[in-house]
T-cell receptor, first 112, second 117 residues
Framework: KQEVTQIPAALSVPEGENLVLNCSFTDSAIYNLQWFRQDPGKGLTSLLLIQSSQREQTSGRLNASLDKSSGRSTLYIAASQPGDSATYLCAVLGGSQGNLIFGKGTKLSVKP | ETGVTQTPRHLVMGMTNKKSLKCEQHLGHNAMYWYKQSAKKPLELMFVYSLEERVENNSVPSRFSPECPNSSHLFLHLHTLQPEDSALYLC????????????????FGEGSRLTVL
């Protein structure tokens, strides 16, 4: 059974720092991996989707990497801003499953 | 219009009430999902509809009843709920992938915050 873990559960950084959020999964036979952002009391916003054949995806200040063999993905946020404060969720789609398995998220706070 | 719209945003109901949550997507997708988000737990998939057929029912109690009349609309009918059913209910949509319904990039609504008294 696929399990997704995100560490740390919470992270606080000063504005301007570069930071890395981690996601690990137990079954490396995945179809794709998605990173989402969730603001308090709101729905999820898709940030990046990485197919199993890809190593990374970039969007603006965000870069997500995927290492299937080690069961890990990282989300790199460059030059963090207070507006980046949110919970970041990682989700994987297994090769034999029809649905995403989510981690519990990392709550990021960027202080001005 | 936003891509995925959910109503109502907030709902308070007693255990004997019957209510419905509504979801509408304007993205031309043909797969729709209901997820439950409880405090300190990962998102849990409840139902998946692909091409208007239900393809996933993740052992959800029968007090939750989904309905998908067309590819743009999804409902979650609620009756005789329990206080532990209080949660944020999220609707999502994607392009359907025949082999793996959940393989497309997901777009979520803002959620319906449900409180059961």
């Amino acid at each position: 059974k696929q399990e997704v873990t995100q560490i740390p559960a919470a992270l606080s950084v000063p504005e301007g720092e570069n930071l890395v959020l981690n996601c690990s999964f137990t079954d490396s036979a995945i179809y794709n991996l998605q990173w989402f952002r969730q603001d308090p009391g709101k729905g999820l916003t898709s940030l990046l989707l990485i197919q199993s054949s890809q190593r990374e995806q970039t969007s603006g200040r965000l870069n997500a990497s995927l290492d299937k063999s080690s069961g890990r993905s990282t989300l790199y946020i460059a030059a963090s801003q207070p507006g980046d404060s949110a919970t970041y969720l990682c989700a994987v789609l297994g090769g034999s499953q029809g649905n995403l398995i989510f981690g519990k998220g990392t709550k990021l706070s960027v202080k001005p | 219009e936003t891509g995925v719209t959910q109503t109502p945003r907030h709902l308070v109901m007693g255990m004997t009430n019957k209510k419905s949550l509504k979801c509408e997507q304007h993205l031309g997708h043909n797969a729709m999902y209901w997820y439950k988000q409880s405090a300190k737990k990962p998102l849990e998939l409840m139902f998946v509809y692909s091409l208007e057929e239900r393809v996933e029912n993740n052992s959800v109690p029968s007090r939750f009843s989904p309905e998908c009349p067309n590819s743009s609309h999804l409902f979650l009918h609620l009756h005789t709920l329990q206080p532990e059913d209080s949660a944020l209910y999220l609707c999502a949509s994607s392009r359907a992938v025949t082999v793996l319904p959940g393989a497309g990039e997901l777009f979520f609504g803002e959620g319906s915050r449900l409180t059961v008294l």
